[in-house]
């Protein structure tokens, strides 16, 4: 059981334009929501992340948006570079528990120049 | 400063043979962990350790296992390799207790054939 879904699984997007990429989750446990970069033969890299106590946590072009009750949390990213392609993975961690990170399926942005 | 190393980059292996994936990282991180990363399903976590003499089992645990001898080594046994377990392999490791940024290796790429 997939315990955080992302959608889409591929997003194409113009040079200039809004990417976003979706995410839900069910357990209420969860405290921690990364986001994660990972191009091509690379390790995934740590984008941005929020807690659940904001709604909204902006970092430069990107910005994760945060809505508790409906337990969903979404990354966009404004003026979408061709350099910004790549597999963007969302996740969720509990507390207390140092490295246990449940992952998003991924999603593949293709920013066209 | 080299993070997280793994090795090897990539390895094939026959049904049934064994072998270690290394993971080593100089940060002096307490929590380190292995994920593995399979088309349309994100990472999934195998293992974690909170500090060394001290592992656990994560979503995938079946025909892996890990020791934490040192706090800055964290290998990865396959003990009787099957083709269910071709993935790409990454090590992780974060900083503390909590909710922390978790660093990537560059990943192993194995082959089960």
């Known amino acids: 059981q997939q315990q955080v879904k992302q959608s889409p699984q591929s997003l194409i997007v113009q040079k200039g334009g809004i990417s976003i990429i979706n995410c839900a989750y069910e357990?209420?446990?969860?405290?921690?929501f990364p986001w994660y970069q990972q191009f091509p033969g690379k390790g995934p890299a740590l984008l941005i992340a929020?807690?659940?106590?904001?709604s909204e946590k902006k970092e430069g072009r990107f910005t994760i948006s945060f809505n508790k009750s409906a337990k969903q949390f979404s990354l966009h990213i404004m003026d979408s570079q061709p350099g910004d392609s790549a597999t963007y993975f969302c996740?969720?961690?509990?507390?207390?528990?140092?490295?246990?990170?449940?992952f998003g399926t991924g999603t593949s942005l293709t920013v066209i120049p | 400063n080299a993070g997280v190393t793994q090795t090897p980059k990539f390895q094939v292996l026959k049904t049934g043979q064994s072998m270690t994936l290394q993971c080593a990282q100089d940060?002096?991180?307490?929590?380190m962990s292995w994920y593995r990363q399979d088309p349309g399903m994100g990472l999934r976590l195998i293992h974690y350790?909170?500090?060394?003499?001290?592992?656990d089992q994560g979503e995938v645990p079946n025909g892996y296992n890990v020791s934490r001898s040192t706090t800055e080594d964290f290998p990865l046994r396959l003990l009787s390799a099957a083709p269910s377990q071709t993935s790409v392999y990454f090590c992780a490791s974060s900083y503390s207790l909590g909710n922390t940024e978790a660093f990537f290796g560059q990943g192993t790429r194995l082959t089960v054939v």
């Open positions: 357990n209420t446990a969860f405290d921690y």
């Open positions: 940060m002096n991180h307490e929590y």
């Open positions: 996740a969720a961690s509990k507390g207390n528990t140092g490295n246990q990170f449940y």
């Open positions: 929020i807690r659940p106590d904001v």
């Open positions: 350790s909170v500090g060394a003499g001290i592992t």
